[in-house]
């Protein structure tokens, strides 16, 4: 699930702001797809060990392509490497034909200077109640977490005694689904 909310927040932040609604709704059918494909090695590798390894030889094909994506541009800027940061930005900048404005290329020069000169402060924690607004949007998610949690368990629990096959049950209902839309 965090890697799902990282790599989403993380696609959204390097697309342009035309761009965004598109990437996030993306990130809603490959984790759809994923859930429907994981019933799928489910019904074909009943065995949980089976299963387990089928679904890790299946992430290992996919991580070099984590390689392709540029790294973070705040992400470097807190780690110091200003012109590794810059170059990246200019990187998505070129992708999504964009201008970057000189005005903020010499502000971004002159602040990096500034940015070596400052103390790192530390923090807590406990900072991030510090704002109330803060804290209602940490109550909000953790609520819904908590609910789709609960849902999902309350879905599975002995879920095995079902009559028939259980991963064909979700994937058939998953194919119906798709092939309503389709029509």
Request: proline share 4%; with cysteine; aromatic share 16%.
């Amino acid at each position: 699930m965090t890697s799902w909310i990282t790599g989403a927040a993380y696609a959204i932040e390097i697309s342009g702001p035309t761009k965004r609604p598109i990437i996030g709704s993306f990130f809603q059918y490959w984790w759809g797809t994923g859930w429907a494909f994981s019933s799928l090695i489910g019904y074909l590798c009943p065995d949980w060990v089976d299963y387990i390894i089928v679904s890790s030889i299946l992430t290992l094909i996919l991580l070099p392509g984590l390689y392709q994506f540029p790294k973070s541009v705040p992400h470097l800027i807190q780690k110091g490497k200003y012109g590794e940061a810059m170059e990246n930005l200019e990187k998505m900048a070129n992708i999504l034909e964009v201008e970057i404005p000189d005005e903020f290329k010499n502000r971004y020069t002159e602040s990096e200077v500034s940015f070596e000169k400052v103390e790192k402060t530390r923090h807590s924690m406990l900072d991030m109640f510090r704002s109330r607004c803060t804290c209602r949007m940490i109550f909000m998610t953790a609520t819904i977490f908590f609910c789709g949690t609960i849902s999902y368990y309350g879905l599975s629990y002995n879920a095995v005694s079902l009559p028939g096959n259980l991963y064909d049950a979700v994937f058939r209902r998953v194919e119906n689904f798709v092939h309503n839309l389709a029509t």
